[in-house]
């Protein structure tokens, strides 16, 4: 699989999205949306109408990172809006289940990633730096992609974590080489600075934000991203050999 890059719209300006989204409509593979409930993270971003909204308007597909609760409720509804890729968190388990009944409050992963699929779209499995994916080693048949954090999800501009490095090769190791049917997602300070120890590692689809509407010209900054990334995955123990 090529390295793909999803910029993340976190750090556009949220009054001219569209814009944004043309800005790298050329260069990236995919638009990577972060949906904050100030529930799940401490923040809150936008929802199910911005995401109608921009799907109008944008030409690649939307890469939605959901960091809320109850993802059962709402996940799908991302996938049938039409978001081409729809991940939720593995630690949503714990959400708080205040207002809800007991037979609601389960977090059902497996039956909320077959709901994402069945509405069409990808189906992305999300740990946070301190999560183990190893518990998750089962659902992998369940998910068409794993998101490994190296932040704390809840805000743009983080410093990389290369605690995470390790758990990024385990996961490599737990879902295979070069043709693996799980993509491996980082997001998190990705930058010309981390991109390449994560492509060396064996994270294949790279998220940045800062990195990208930070930057004067956003399309050049993920072209440079991509070179790097591209670079790394060359020389790469993970892409030489299949499991
Ligand atoms: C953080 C979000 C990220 C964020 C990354 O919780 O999930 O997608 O936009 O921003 P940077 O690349 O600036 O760390
Ligand atoms: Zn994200």
Redesign the pocket.
């Known amino acids: 699989m090529a390295v793909q890059i999803s910029p993340?719209?976190?750090?556009a300006d949220f009054a001219r999205l569209a814009d944004e989204a043309a800005a790298v409509a050329a260069a990236a593979d995919w638009l990577?949306v972060?949906v904050?409930d100030n529930h799940f993270?401490p923040?809150l971003t936008l929802g199910l109408p911005v995401v109608e909204s921009l799907l109008k308007h944008a030409t690649l597909p939307l890469d939605c990172?959901l960091?809320i609760d109850e993802p059962d409720r709402w996940a799908p509804q991302y996938a049938e809006a039409g978001a081409r890729n729809v991940t939720i968190h593995a630690e949503a388990v714990h959400a708080p289940v205040r207002t809800l009944r007991a037979a609601e409050a389960a977090h059902a992963p497996v039956r909320t990633l077959r709901a994402i699929r069945a509405a069409g779209a990808r189906a992305g499995l999300a740990v946070n730096p301190g999560t183990s994916v190893e518990p998750y080693e089962d659902l992998m048949s369940e998910i068409d992609m794993l998101l490994l954090?190296t932040?704390?999800?809840?805000?743009?501009?983080?410093p990389?974590l290369d605690m995470v490095l390790p758990k990024l090769r385990r996961a490599r190791a737990l879902i295979g080489g070069r043709d693996a049917a799980v993509w491996l997602q980082v997001?998190?300070?990705?930058?010309e600075e981390t991109i390449e120890r994560c492509a060396e590692a064996g994270a294949d689809v790279f998220?940045?934000?800062?990195?990208?509407f930070?930057s004067d010209d956003p399309a050049r900054a993920v072209q440079a991203l991509r070179a790097q990334a591209e670079h790394a995955t060359a020389h790469a123990a993970w892409a030489w050999h299949n499991r």
């Open positions: 993340s719209i976190l750090s990577h972060d904050m993270v923040n990172h960091m954090m932040v704390e999800p809840g805000f743009g501009g983080q990389f997001d998190g300070g990705i930058g998220v940045a934000g800062s990195a990208v930070g």
